[in-house]
Each structure stands twice: as structure tokens, then as C-alpha cells.
């Protein structure tokens, strides 16, 4: 499985990001698909994921701001992130659970808060 992330970028407080990732590969193997970050000096935590069968969890601190999605036909899923702070500031990592539980990682990308 391969994953390809897009749509980081800087954005001020209180504005929105788009974050996409296309899954590619032996993704009839794929069962869970979802978004963890990493911020410096910190560890990386699950920020929201979504099982094949529509189930969805989201971290506390995301919670109303951050809407988690998955388009099947296109193998792909995405994570809408509306009024971002700046303890939002991390690289945002797309990840992939096979039902062999094994986990697969995208490159990253940097999601920067900031007036």
C-alpha cells in the first residue's frame, strides 16, 4: 500500500485546510484509513480515523473543528480542518490499517498555524 498525502500549507488562526490522501497499491487490504500528527518534541497521536465499515473517531482535541472522510471509489480520504489554532501545528501523516494489521505511513505533510 501506498499513500500519498497533499494540502498542507500555512493558514492563520481560525481559518481552514483541506488535507487529501490517495491510497494506492493492495488497497483491497486496507480497513481502517485515517490521520495522525506530529508536533516537535512531541509524540505522534491519532488526530481522527475511519474504519471501512463508515465508523468514526476523532481525537478530543479536534472535535467539531475536524471532519474526517473517505471516498472508496477514489481510494481516498481526506480531513476537513476548520478553525485551526496554532496548537494545531504539526506534520499531519495519513495512515492506512491492513486487515493483516499492518501499518502503512504517507511522507507527512507540515500543517503550520499562524498569524
Known amino acids: 500500500v501506498q499513500l500519498q498525502a497533499s494540502g498542507g500549507g500555512l493558514v492563520q488562526p481560525g481559518g481552514s485546510l483541506r488535507l487529501s490522501c490517495a491510497a494506492s497499491?493492495?488497497?483491497?487490504?486496507?480497513?481502517?484509513m485515517g490521520w495522525y500528527r506530529q508536533a516537535p518534541g512531541k509524540q505522534r497521536e491519532l488526530v481522527a480515523q475511519?474504519?471501512?465499515?463508515?465508523?468514526?473517531d476523532y481525537a478530543d482535541s479536534v472535535k467539531g473543528r475536524f471532519t474526517i472522510s473517505r471516498d472508496n471509489a477514489k481510494n481516498t480520504v481526506y480531513l476537513e480542518m476548520n478553525t485551526l489554532k496554532p496548537e494545531d501545528t504539526a506534520v499531519y501523516y495519513c495512515?492506512?490499517?491492513?486487515?493483516?494489521?499492518?501499518?502503512?505511513w504517507g511522507q507527512g505533510t507540515q500543517v503550520t498555524v499562524s498569524s
Open positions: 475511519i474504519t471501512s465499515a463508515g465508523s468514526i
Open positions: 497499491g493492495s488497497i483491497f487490504s486496507i480497513k481502517h
Open positions: 495512515n492506512a490499517l491492513s486487515a493483516a494489521w499492518v501499518n502503512y
